[in-house]
């Protein structure tokens, strides 16, 4: 069943969902149009059951729905507005300053644990 969520759980579900750079691939080759699990993997290098993991997670995200067609399944991207929007973030410039690291890749680097050698 497809529910109606608030916005702040869209936007979670989407940050989530691209947080993951093969997740991002994964969606950037879903803007040229459906795609099938196999020939995503090939054209990504990568394997078939990343990808499958990959859109697993997507669908839970509801990011992209799945169509089955005998035993193939084939992806597309839930939303039309999540195609315009995903158009325009690859199309964003930052103004990222040599070294500048995001504040959630620094909060990575504090968790890891050192170790003394």
Not at 47 to 65: F, K, T
Not at 90 to 103: H, I
Request: proline fraction near 3%; hydrophobic fraction near 40%.
């Amino acid at each position: 069943m497809v529910t109606c969520e608030t916005r702040e759980s869209a936007l979670s579900r989407i940050g989530r969902a691209l947080a993951d750079p093969t997740r991002c691939r994964i969606l950037t080759a879903l803007l040229d149009g459906s795609c099938y699990p196999g020939r995503l993997a090939g054209e990504l290098g990568l394997s078939r059951s990343n990808v499958s993991n990959h859109l697993s997670c997507l669908r839970g995200c509801g990011l992209v729905v799945a169509s089955y067609e005998g035993r193939q399944v084939r992806y597309d991207l839930a939303d039309a507005h999540l195609a315009r929007a995903l158009r325009e973030l690859v199309q964003v410039v930052l103004a990222v300053e040599p070294g500048d690291d995001c504040a959630d890749e620094d909060r990575a680097a504090e968790a890891r644990p050192v170790v003394a050698r």
